[in-house]
């Protein structure tokens, strides 16, 4: 955990005037010593928290989440040198040893979520000796709470057992703790997340882009779900629909944000933020995004940018037929969600991909867009809830919130009746509502379906490689589908400097 002792990043942050954004600004002549003296040293250090988010919303969670599942694939360009460390993950394939992984992505992953730990911490161990404005320090110490929390559960679901810390790190000893127990994980972010929960301001009266008292709620009740505290989460998921500060938007090709506008609209519990420019706040996952090669007079009526570039190299994140085939017919989500491009350079005979389209909005530059990334919308909390109430047998009652995300989509209500069918039709729902926005893998993973799901989609992709994107005569690489795993190893670069794994 080298990475957790990095605060040097954190310090000196400030804030620009812009309305929607959290934006930060590194400085270089501050240290933790003496840089927390006011309320704005404090705002500055809480943005800082949150700018890992991009990082991870950018470049990592849909590898480690949405390709690790059935929705989405890498679609291997054999004239291209395979990026095998992507593919590993795409086709279960990672190597590891003695618990341990090389992945650089999974390395990215856990050090990115322990610096806004890291973050998260020197904000913790001194605002309290800081005097300022109360309502403004318990909002400040909600959000990096939250964070901390969102982390430390990123963390559990993707490695189970990690090292908890809760205090700076100032020596590399206190860097190499040992791996604590995944239910003492759990304890510690549920307390995080309880207290932010009582700290933060709902919506309506907190900054634009920053978390909430709605979001907290959300992200406790995710937590409780994945714990089938069911009880629980019912309570808090009512709570945030009796709120009255989220809805559902009319059309859902509406709720993912443009590059500029349409932000933290009124289904958004919790987004990431990103600004389209030259501040480099900018993101770019939906070139990741694209099947290739892809010309440049391909990729341009997909982008709307003045200067398109040509794509080479490998396409992640493609959808699989799994969750085409997934869409009920009528399913007005499908077109929001998946279109189609023509490959002239492809080397197979059907040279038509699908692409991930509820991201694809025009933007100005190649390469550099502003779209937000939904972590948490209100058709969830909808879903949620009726996953909930259904597991405590009270199906009836979850029909009605299962069947308001329904009829949005142009869909009759559920004919599922019965607690098991029910249950089924809600982790159907879930596939199809929030495909690509990186939920179906810890959906598989907490149903405890990852032999069944998983297993079964290998065994069809290694049958038919033609329908999941290869050329006549190619095909998976024999390792594939042959480390089919819950959790990831845990990066071997940390091993090195650490006893305890």
């Given amino acids: 955990m080298k990475k957790i002792s990095i605060f040097i990043a954190l310090l000196g942050m400030t804030m620009s005037s812009c309305e929607e954004f959290l934006t930060i600004a590194p400085e270089t002549a501050l240290s933790s010593a003496t840089f927390y003296k006011t309320e704005t040293d404090f705002e500055q250090a809480v943005n800082a928290t949150y700018a890992p988010l991009r990082s991870i919303a950018n470049s990592r969670s849909w590898l480690l989440c949405e390709m690790r599942s059935d929705n989405t694939i890498y ?142 709620q959300m992200l406790l009740a995710d937590v409780f779900i994945t714990q089938k505290r069911w009880a629980e989460a019912e309570t808090l998921l009512k709570a945030i629909i009796s709120s009255g500060e989220y809805s559902l938007i009319d059309n859902y090709e509406d709720v993912f944000s443009e590059s500029v506008g349409n932000k933290n609209n009124a289904e958004s519990l919790f987004e990431i933020q990103f600004l389209e420019g030259p501040e480099g706040l900018n993101s770019s996952f939906l070139y990741s995004f694209m099947p290739r090669p892809i010309s440049l007079q391909e990729l341009q009526p997909i982008t709307g940018t003045s200067n398109p570039q040509p794509l080479d190299g490998e396409g992640n994140n493609i959808p699989t037929p799994d969750i085409i085939a997934a869409y009920e017919e009528g399913d007005l989500r499908k077109d929001a969600s998946i279109a189609y491009v023509e490959i002239a350079g492809s080397d197979r005979e059907d040279k038509v991909y699908p692409y991930i389209k509820k991201y694809a909005k025009h933007h100005d530059l190649h390469g550099n867009h502003g779209m937000n990334w939904p972590i948490y919308r209100y058709a969830e909390v909808l879903l949620f809830l009726a996953e909930a109430l259904n597991e405590q047998g009270k199906t009836e009652e979850a029909a009605g919130y299962l069947n308001q995300v329904r009829n949005r989509a142009g869909l009759a209500n559920s004919t599922a009746s019965g607690q098991t069918d029910m249950r089924e039709a809600i982790f159907k729902e879930r596939r199809v509502e929030l495909a690509f926005e990186n939920k179906r893998w810890f959906d598989i993973t907490r149903a405890d379906r990852v032999q069944e799901i998983i297993g079964d989609f290998g065994a069809r992709a290694l049958a038919n490689p033609l329908d999941y994107y290869y050329p006549a005569g190619a095909t998976f690489r024999s390792i594939a589908f042959t480390n089919i795993t819950k959790y990831y190893a845990l990066p071997a670069a940390e091993a090195e400097i650490t006893p305890h794994f």
């Fill in 75 to 216: 679609a291997r360009n054999i004239n291209f040198g395979a990026t095998e460390q992507q593919e590993d993950i795409s086709d279960h394939s990672l190597p590891d040893d003695q618990g341990i992984t090389t992945n650089t992505h999974v390395l990215n992953q856990y050090r990115q979520d322990y610096l806004i730990i890291a973050r998260a911490n020197q904000i913790l161990t001194q605002i309290d000796e800081i005097e300022f404005n109360q309502a403004s320090k318990d909002n400040l110490k909600g959000q990096a709470l939250f964070l901390r929390g969102y982390a430390y559960y990123e963390l559990a679901r993707y490695f189970g057992s990690v090292p908890l810390h809760l205090v700076p790190v100032t020596t590399r000893e206190e860097a190499a703790l040992p791996l604590t127990p995944e239910s003492e994980i759990y304890a510690q972010l549920i307390s995080d997340i309880q207290a932010a929960v009582n700290l933060l301001p709902v919506r309506s009266q907190q900054g634009v882009g920053r978390a909430s008292k709605g979001a907290a």
